[in-house]
């Protein structure tokens, strides 16, 4: 009988830990990238990956490569967008300057921005109605560029409205008509299609901002958590089923799940389906 109650003991935990592996189910694909950094994926979960030497890589979700671009000028991308329904976005804050590419890496625009009047753009993104969020260093302002004109439209002093002496900006993204950016050590502040600041968010994290129906995500001690956009409520989604995984970035059915040389596809767990 004790053997018995021994054997049960250390059986429990194995078995505990194959039901957390069960909430992904088995893995779509694994990609693996040399000198891995940015991941998105665009409407139709394909996978766009780009390396520390800016090269952008195109898989569709059983792991198969379908494109690469490699740009003439390499450089760290500090922003790598696919999400728009058209074009692909990336921006290098080391090269100064910005990509527009089509679905199927083609490139379409590349431009600095020393001409527009951003004299150290630190973080940008695409937005609607051809226009480009800019921060902007040097005078800690919040800009629009109109990418088509080469025109600054509009430009917001961060650092009065938001009262902050030190605004070291992570990232910047714009999600269903509403600006996002991630500040270290402050939160997550949101602003509208104008650049006015609505409210902040509280969540504090270095991984790249990743959105689903009304929420962000985020990894934290191997767990898949999630804030609401609407009460900030907090909830715990998931468990990752790797604890090597560091960043976690999602589609419209997949999730993939970032190591530091190795992506891992899988469908949705039902709890992330489940949310409202």
């Known amino acids: 009988m004790k053997n018995l109650l021994a054997f049960l003991f250390l ?33 139709k979960d394909q996978i766009f990956i780009s390396n ?34 058209v074009n692909i976005f990336s921006f290098s804050a080391d090269l100064q300057e910005y990509r527009i590419l ?26 609607n109605n051809n226009i480009i969020w800019v921060w902007d260093e040097s005078d800690l302002n919040l800009k629009i560029l109109d990418y ?6 509009q430009s917001q002093p961060l650092n009065l409205i938001l009262n902050l002496e030190n605004l070291n900006v992570l990232e910047i993204r714009e999600f269903k008509n509403r600006l996002f950016m991630n500040v270290k050590n402050e939160g ?3 602003f509208d299609n104008q650049g006015n600041f609505l409210k902040k968010i509280n969540l504090q994290t270095d991984q790249r901002l990743c959105f ?11 767990k898949i958590k999630a804030i609401s956009l609407l009460n900030q ?37 039902d709890k ?5």
């Open 148 to 153: 088509r004109r080469n025109l600054i439209t």
């Open 102 to 127: 089509d679905r199927f890496l083609n490139l379409l625009s590349e431009k600095g921005f020393f001409q527009t009047g951003v004299q150290l753009a630190k973080a940008a993104t695409l937005g």
């Open 272 to 276: 992330i389906n489940d949310l409202n």
């Open 233 to 269: 409520e907090v909830q715990e989604v998931a468990k990752s089923p790797d604890p090597r995984d560091l960043q976690i970035q999602m589609g419209q059915a997949i999730i993939t799940l970032i190591s530091k040389d190795k992506i891992t596809v899988y469908p949705f767990p």
């Open 52 to 85: 520390s030497r800016g090269d952008i890589f195109q898989y569709n979700a059983k792991g198969e490569q379908l494109n690469l671009f490699s740009p003439t000028r390499q450089g760290r991308l500090h922003q790598l967008e696919a999400a728009w329904t």
């Open 212 to 222: 689903y129906k009304e929420h962000l995500f985020w990894l934290e001690e191997g």
């Open 188 to 190: 997550v502040f949101l």
């Open 11 to 43: 059986l429990f935990p194995l078995l505990s830990w194959g039901q957390e592996l069960e909430e992904f189910g088995k893995p779509l694909a694994e990609i693996s990238i040399r000198d891995l950094d940015l991941v998105s994926m665009d409407t």
